[in-house]
């Protein structure tokens, strides 16, 4: 009778750790930013892998050029003689930003190099801008970079890149996707059209009026097609303020309605990052 209560009460207990195994094999893993606010916009960061050098030996300045002068350099506009421009540093993460080639960097962090086809050049001259920090809060530090990649007449475009280093000292680029300043944006932007020339624009808990009596007649929407007539593609820089990541675009009446570019307002949104991905949360209009 003892022997056959040993063997009960094992498979019992046997019974018990399978069951309780089970519970947690079929826990679902939780998503990245599961718990999301409603009124957030959510997008896939675009992926880039880093490469070995295309040279095999790098003779890597130690003195940092500015821009300007490095635009006057001519070995970077030929793949075949490119001589490593240092850009920008940042010492306390042992990691420096090179110039190598129209739209090549090389990144240095700690004792890794890649290579990275990244836009980081144009005729107004802002250098790159690094920071590390835990972003998203894993406990390790990731190195981000911000790249000036187009500027002109009422056009400023920043690009955000969050490297992240693998085990093998390799690094892999995760860059916020121009979709979510140049399209996503206005999906949550609220616009309405009084039919006497004025139309509004909101976002979060701020609008912004604007005028719309030098839209030709025949360009005037009805109330319902008005948000057809706001831009949001000329504008995208970041900041990092008060330990947090914001984003500053503008809304624009559509270049092609007026023919010409006029902006409505500013507007900013918090910046976070986990898992390849970025939330856009805070949403403020800064009028003009």
């Given amino acids: 009778m003892k022997k056959s209560w040993h063997i009960f009460a094992l498979l019992l207990s046997l019974l018990f750790v399978a069951l309780l195994s089970r519970a947690f094999l079929t ?7 599961s718990d999301r606010p409603p009124d957030s916009l959510l997008a896939e960061a675009v992926v880039t892998e880093g490469r070995t050098p295309k040279a095999a030996a790098y003779d890597l300045p130690t003195e940092c050029v500015t821009m ?16 490593p421009a240092l850009l920008a540093e ?16 090389l990144i240095r962090w700690g004792n890794s190099l890649a290579e990275f086809d990244w836009l980081y050049t144009t005729p107004r001259c802002f250098p790159p801008q690094l920071w590390r920090l835990d972003i998203d809060g894993d406990f ?5 970079i911000d790249c000036y990649i187009d500027g002109g007449a009422g056009v400023s475009i920043e690009e955000l890149h ?4 693998n085990a093998d000292g390799t690094m892999t680029a995760f860059t916020f996707p121009e979709a979510l300043w140049r ?13 006497e020339g004025r139309g509004a624009v909101s976002f979060g808990p701020d609008a912004a009026e604007f005028s719309l009596e030098d839209v030709p007649a025949e360009s005037l929407p009805s109330e319902t097609d008005v948000q057809t007539l ?9 900041t990092y303020e008060n330990d947090v990541f914001r984003l500053r675009g503008a809304f624009a009446v559509n270049p092609e309605t007026l ?6 307002a500013d507007y900013s949104a918090s910046i976070s990052y986990e898992e390849g991905m970025f939330l856009l949360t805070d949403f403020h209009i800064i009028d003009f």
């Fill in 259 to 264: 023919g010409g570019l006029r902006y409505i």
């Fill in 140 to 144: 390790q530090d990731e190195l981000i």
């Fill in 162 to 165: 969050v490297l992240e280093m």
């Fill in 68 to 83: 300007e002068e490095w635009n006057t350099m001519e070995p970077w506009m030929s793949d075949e003689n490119y001589a």
């Fill in 27 to 33: 826990i679902p893993a939780r998503s990245p930013f």
């Fill in 90 to 105: 940042l010492p306390e993460a042992n990691a420096a930003f090179y110039g190598v080639g129209f739209d090549t960097v």
């Fill in 183 to 195: 399209e996503q944006i206005l999906e949550t932007a609220r616009t309405s059209y009084t039919g």
């Fill in 230 to 238: 706001i831009s949001t593609r000329e504008v995208a820089q970041f």
